[in-house]
């Protein structure tokens, strides 16, 4: 019975262990994103959305990394729209090895104006790594 319980208790560590690496490496991942908004990098920005990404906003829905970006490249087609982005992360809850939801708050600062609201993702760990599949920003 000591052998079963200390094999529960490893198991149940590991997968705490595997909890917080994955939130970890998501949380970077946003830094990493703001970093390359801010440097104007939009492609380095796109790089945590998966090919399949659906993004949910005020103009309704698009799917497809491809159309995504086109969408941030209409609406931010130079670095002085661009602004500085910073993520308010709120929660990052995991649902396995594979899956996270994570919410929170954006704010971009730009000469002309500041603007902001929230954020939910929908993260995959595909055979890449952790990315986006469902960007709903409001």
Same mark, same amino acid.
């Given at each position: 019975?000591?052998?079963? +319980?200390?094999?529960?208790?490893?198991?149940?560590?590991?997968?705490?262990?595997?909890?917080? +690496?994955?939130?970890?490496?998501?949380?970077? =991942?946003? $830094? $990493?994103? #703001? #970093?390359?908004?801010?440097?104007?990098? =939009?492609?380095?920005?796109?790089?945590?959305?998966?090919?399949?990404?659906?993004?949910?906003?005020?103009?309704?829905?698009?799917?497809?990394?491809? #159309?995504?970006?086109?969408?941030?490249?209409?609406?931010?087609? $130079?670095?002085? +729209?661009?602004?500085? =982005?910073?993520?308010?992360?709120?929660?990052?809850?995991?649902?396995?090895?594979?899956?996270?939801?994570?919410?929170?708050?954006?704010?971009?600062?730009?000469?002309? $104006?500041? =603007?902001?609201?929230?954020? +939910?993702?929908?993260?995959?760990?595909?055979?890449?790594?952790?990315?986006?599949?469902?960007?709903?920003?409001?």
């Amino acid at each position: 019975m000591k052998i079963g +319980s200390a094999f529960i208790i490893l198991a149940f560590a590991m997968v705490g262990c595997q909890g917080r +690496s994955s939130e970890e490496k998501i949380r970077t =991942l946003m $830094d $990493d994103q #703001a #970093a390359a908004w801010d440097a104007g990098d =939009l492609h380095g920005f796109m790089m945590a959305y998966s090919d399949t990404v659906c993004f949910i906003g005020s103009k309704g829905r698009t799917c497809g990394r491809e #159309a995504v970006t086109a969408n941030y490249m209409e609406a931010y087609p $130079d670095r002085s +729209s661009m602004g500085d =982005l910073t993520f308010d992360i709120h929660e990052v809850l995991l649902g396995g090895a594979a899956h996270a939801w994570v919410t929170g708050n954006w704010r971009l600062e730009r000469i002309s $104006d500041t =603007l902001g609201g929230g954020f +939910s993702l929908f993260w995959v760990n595909e055979h890449k790594g952790w990315r986006i599949v469902r960007d709903h920003t409001y």
